[in-house]
């Protein structure tokens, strides 16, 4: 089965980082054009935070610039996030960018950031 599986999240304060991982259970990270870190808070939809294409490329939405620092290697690709805010707050989900393949979501890490 071709899925992604996200690790790494946890609980904390703002101002602190996380690293999240995510690899391919079915399907190989370099087989994709482009990945991306996608997030959904509570009763808000998902939303695509950064992508990186198979030449490296990168891109972030507004609110993740400057904070978030999405990279790959051979097997896994990975979301760095420093000066969390609170907003920051959602289950952070890994998938082909730009929309995602709908069998390939995983089950997602929460991210919860909170004094």
């Known amino acids: 089965q071709v899925q992604f599986v996200e690790s790494g999240g946890g609980l904390v304060q703002p101002g602190r980082s996380l690293r999240l991982s995510c690899t391919n259970s079915g399907r190989s990270i370099l087989s994709f054009d482009a990945l991306g870190w996608y997030r959904q808070a509570p009763g808000k939809q998902r939303e695509l935070v950064a992508v990186v294409t198979r030449g490296g490329s990168t891109n972030y939405t507004d609110s993740v610039k400057g904070r978030f620092t999405i990279s790959r290697d051979s097997t896994n690709f990975f979301l760095q996030m420093s000066s969390l805010k609170p907003e920051d707050t959602a289950v952070y989900y890994c998938?082909?960018?730009?929309?995602?393949?709908?069998?390939?979501w995983g089950q997602g890490t929460q991210v919860t950031v909170s004094s």
């Open positions: 998938n082909s960018a730009p929309s995602g393949v709908d069998e390939y």
